[in-house]
C-alpha cells in the first residue's frame, strides 16, 4: 500500500467523491520546533502519525526496539473515541469536529501498536472506531464517510488482521472489506487485466491505478505492511493466467500478475508527471516488491528489489523516516538484508531520522552478528526461487490517488 499523506492527496480525495474533511487543527508555525520524539523533520501536519507509525513498524521488524517516548507519542495522538489523526501539535486538548481524523493513519497505528505489544487498550478503541466507520458496500474510504476505495480498505484489512479480528467477518449490511475490494477489481481484458482501481470514476468506470494495486493485492490476501519472506500462495505456486475475480484470493493473483507485467518493463514503476516525462516512483516500486513477495512471485519481486538498491538512495534520503520504512519492508519481504542494501545500512538511516533506540548499542552489535546469517539466507533464497517481493502503494512515503503504472 503505498499511502502518501500531503494535502495534495486531500484534494484529490474530496476531488474523487470521498467525504471533504473538516479543516484539520493549525499545525506549528515554522518557527516553532515540532516534537524530539517525532521522526522525520518535516511538516507533520498531514502524515505524522503515519511515518511514525512506519518508522516504529520497522524497526520492530529487523529487532530495533524504538525509543519509549517515540511510542508514547504515538499513543497520545489517539482521540476519545479510538480514531487517530494524522498530528495534534497538543494532544492534552480533546478532539472535536474540527479534528482532522481518518482511517489510513488509524490502521497504521494499529499495525505498529500491535506488533510492538502492550497497548491492547488503544488498538481496541481504534479498531471499534474503524468498524464504527465502515461504509454499506464493505469498504472504507480515507475520511469517515467518504467513498470506498481499495487503498484505505487494504489499510485497514491489514490493521485488523494484526489485531486478530478475521477481515471477512467484520461486515457492514452484510458486506465485507473483500466484497469492496473485489468490486474495485478490474476484469481480465484489455492491456489492465486484472489491475485494481484507486475509486470508480464519475462514471462508475475503473481504471487501472499501479499504486492501488499494490495495496489491493496485500489487502485481498489479508496482509499487512510487514510480509514474512518464502509465503507463496496456490495461485502463484500454478503460475495461472488472469481469471474470473470470484475470489479475493483470485483478485490478489490477477493484481500480481498485473504488476509483474508492469514491472518487467524496466524493473520499476513509474508515476505520470503533467508535462512531461513520466517519473520513477520508488515508493510504489517497494510497495509492488511486497505486494508480489506476500503472492510468492519471486522472480519479479528480486529483479525490482535489486533496481532499489541501485537507484533508490537519493529519493530516500530526500523523503526520510516512511521511504527508509518501506524499503525495509521490501528488504524484508524477500529476505534481503536491510542493514547492507546496495551498500547502505537503512536501519542505521531510518534511526538516524528520529530519536534513538532503546540500547542502541546492544541493538546494533546484534544486527552486526546477524549480518552473515542474513546474507547467507538472502543468496540461498535467491539461488532457489529468485527472491520474492511485494508492496503496498502504501506509499508509506505518500501516496498519489491518480497514479497511473
Given at each position: 500500500m503505498n499511502v502518501r499523506h500531503s494535502a495534495a492527496v486531500l484534494a484529490a480525495v474530496a476531488v474523487i467523491g470521498a467525504a471533504t474533511p473538516a479543516?484539520?487543527?493549525?499545525?506549528?508555525?515554522?518557527?516553532?520546533?515540532?516534537?524530539?520524539?517525532?521522526?522525520?523533520?518535516?511538516?507533520?501536519?498531514?502524515?505524522?502519525?503515519?511515518?511514525?507509525?512506519?518508522?516504529?513498524?520497522?524497526?520492530?521488524?529487523?529487532?530495533?526496539?524504538?525509543?519509549a517516548k517515540s511510542v508514547e507519542w504515538l499513543v497520545r495522538q489517539q482521540c476519545a473515541d479510538g480514531s487517530?489523526?494524522?498530528?495534534?501539535?497538543?494532544?492534552?486538548?480533546?478532539?472535536?469536529?474540527?479534528?482532522?481524523?481518518?482511517?489510513?493513519?488509524?490502521?497504521?497505528?494499529?499495525?505498529?501498536?500491535?506488533?510492538?505489544?502492550?497497548?491492547?487498550?488503544?488498538?481496541?478503541k481504534a479498531v471499534t472506531w474503524l468498524k464504527s466507520v465502515q461504509n454499506k458496500d464493505g469498504g472504507w474510504g480515507y475520511t469517515p464517510g467518504g467513498a470506498s476505495d481499495t487503498n484505505s480498505t487494504s489499510v485497514v484489512i491489514g490493521a485488523l488482521?494484526?489485531?486478530?479480528?478475521?477481515?471477512?467477518?467484520?461486515?457492514?449490511g452484510g458486506k465485507s472489506p473483500y466484497d469492496a475490494l473485489l468490486k474495485l477489481a478490474l476484469g481480465c481484458d484489455g492491456d489492465d487485466a486484472g489491475a485494481f482501481a484507486f475509486q470508480p470514476d464519475e462514471r462508475g468506470e475503473l481504471a487501472a491505478n499501479a499504486d492501488a494495486t499494490a495495496a489491493g493485492v496485500l489487502g485481498a490476501l489479508g496482509k499487512g505492511m510487514v510480509v514474512k519472506p518464502g509465503a507463496k500462495t496456490e495461485a502463484a505456486k500454478k503460475g495461472q493466467a488472469c481469471e474470473d475475480?470470484?475470489?479475493?484470493?483470485?483478485?490478489?493473483?490477477?493484481?500480481?500478475?498485473?504488476?509483474?507485467?508492469?514491472?518487467?518493463?524496466?524493473?520499476?514503476?513509474?508515476?505520470?508527471?503533467?508535462?512531461?516525462?513520466?517519473?520513477?516512483?520508488?515508493?510504489n516500486t517497494a510497495d509492488a516488491v511486497v505486494a508480489l513477495a506476500a503472492h510468492g512471485d519471486t522472480g519479479q519481486a528480486a529483479k525490482s528489489l535489486r533496481w532499489l538498491e541501485k537507484n533508490s538512495a537519493p529519493w530516500a534520503a530526500q523523503n526520510g523516516p516512511a521511504a527508509y520504512a518501506q524499503l525495509i519492508f521490501a528488504a524484508h519481504a524477500t529476505g534481503t538484508n536491510p542493514r547492507d542494501f546496495g551498500g547502505t545500512d537503512l536501519v542505521k538511516r531510518l534511526n538516524a531520522t528520529g530519536p534513538a533506540p532503546q540500547s542502541a548499542e546492544q541493538t546494533q552489535a546484534a544486527g552486526e552478528k546477524k549480518s552473515d546469517s542474513d546474507v547467507f539466507g538472502v543468496w540461498w533464497y535467491v539461488g532457489v526461487c529468485l527472491v520474492a517481493g511485494v508492496g503496498i502503494g502504501f506509499l508509506f512515503s505518500g501516496r498519489r490517488k491518480k497514479q497511473q503504472p
Open positions: 479543516a484539520a487543527a493549525p499545525s506549528p508555525s515554522p518557527s516553532q520546533a515540532f516534537p524530539s520524539a517525532l521522526y522525520g523533520d518535516k511538516d507533520p501536519q498531514y502524515d505524522g502519525v503515519w511515518r511514525q507509525s512506519l518508522a516504529l513498524l520497522a524497526q520492530h521488524t529487523v529487532g530495533v526496539k524504538p525509543a487517530f489523526a494524522p498530528y495534534r501539535a497538543d494532544p492534552t486538548t480533546a478532539c472535536d469536529a474540527k479534528t482532522m481524523v481518518d482511517t489510513n493513519q488509524t490502521a497504521a497505528a494499529i499495525q505498529a501498536l500491535t506488533a510492538l505489544g502492550g497497548h491492547d487498550a488503544v488498538t481496541g488482521t494484526a489485531a486478530g479480528e478475521k477481515p471477512e467477518q467484520v461486515e457492514k475475480k470470484k475470489t479475493p484470493e483470485q483478485a490478489a493473483a490477477n493484481g500480481a500478475g498485473y504488476l509483474a507485467k508492469a514491472l518487467a518493463k524496466n524493473g520499476h514503476l513509474t508515476s505520470p508527471t503533467p508535462g512531461s516525462d513520466p517519473k520513477r516512483d520508488y515508493g
